[in-house]
C-alpha cells in the first residue's frame, strides 16, 4: 500500500525524516489498536498542555495513517478560536461544522475528501461563539454519532487543555483522549495539571504522544536490514564452494540399521523360570547326600563310627532355593 506525505510544517525534510514520521504515526495507530482489543477506539480527541506542541501535526498524520492502511477517517477542526488544520492538509471547505449543526447543509455536504484515499476533512467557521458549549450541546452529540455511522473512525483536533476546556469536554464523548507532549519544551508541571483536568472530568486519557524527540539511531533500524539499494549484502558470508540453492530433493546417505534383539514375551519368560526350577530340583534329589565320619570316643573307627548323611538337609535346601553349608559335628570327646 503507498504511503502519502507526512503532513508538515517544515519543507526542508529529507527523505529519513519523512520516512520516520510515516512510521511513527503507524507505531502509534498500532498501539491505538492493541490497547484495547474489546472496546475498539474509534473516536479519538487529540490535545495537548500548552499551544505550539503540535498537537496538529500528529493530528494529521494520524489521519493519513489510518487512511493508508484501508479505512475511512474524517478528521474534524475543533480548535475553532485558532484554526490550523485546513492550511496543514492544504484544503479550502466552502462549509464548515457550524452550518452542519445549524442544520443548513448535510454532513456530507461539508466534508471535503483529500487526496489521500478514505481521508475525509470537517473545517469549522471562523468566530464561532462559545464553542466548548457548542461541543456540550445534543447537537454534538448527534454530529458525532453521525459520524461514526458514516466513517470507521473520527478525530478530533481541540485546543490545549491548560488554554481552554474544549477537550475536556469533547473528551467525555469520544472513545479515548491522546495529549501531545513536546520533548523539552513543556514543564513538568503544566503536562501534570492537563492530565489530572483531564482525569477529572471524567475522560479516558488513553496515552500520551511524545513530539519533537530527539532522533536517535534506534529510530532508523531498517538501515541496519536494507541499504538504498534494497538489500545489504557487505558483510555476507562467501558463497564459493556452497551447494547451489535448487528445488530439487538433496540425496540422503543410507544410514546402516543394527539388528534389534527380540525381546521375549511375558510368558515365554514366566515358562522358562519355571523349567529352570524344576531343573535345579531335580539335579539336587539325583546327586548323593554328602557324608562324614563322627567319632564316638572308642578309639576303634570300625565300630565307633557313625555315618550322619545329610540327604533331608539337601532336600531342604533345594526346597526354599538355598544352600544349606554342612559343618563338621564335635566329637563328644571334645568340649562343646
Known sequence: MQLTTPFSKSKSRTSEELSGVVNSAKTLLANIRFMSVDNPVHSIVITSAVPNEGKTFVAANLTSAIATSGHSVLVVECDMRRRSMAHTLGVHAQHGIYSVLAGEVPLTQAVVSLKTPGMYFLDAEPHIPNPSDLMNSHRFQKLIEQALDTYEYVIFDTPPVGTFVDAAVLGTKVDAVFMVVRENFTKKAEVAAAAEQLKKSGCNLAGVVMNYCERRRSEYYYEYYYSKNGHNDSDAPSRAGRRPITDEPVPQR???????????????????DTNSLAAARQQAQEQPAPTRAVSMGSGDPSDTDIYIRLAESA??????????????????????
Not at 254 to 272: F, G, I, K, L, Y
Not at 315 to 336: K, M, N
Request: no cysteine.
Open 254 to 272: 543410507p544410514v546402516p540399521r543394527r539388528p534389534v534383539p527380540s525381546r521375549p514375551s511375558r510368558q515365554q519368560a514366566a515358562a522358562d
Open 315 to 336: 532336600s531342604a535346601s533345594s526346597e526354599s532355593q538355598r544352600r544349606i553349608i554342612p559343618r563338621a559335628v564335635p566329637s563328644i570327646d571334645e568340649d562343646i
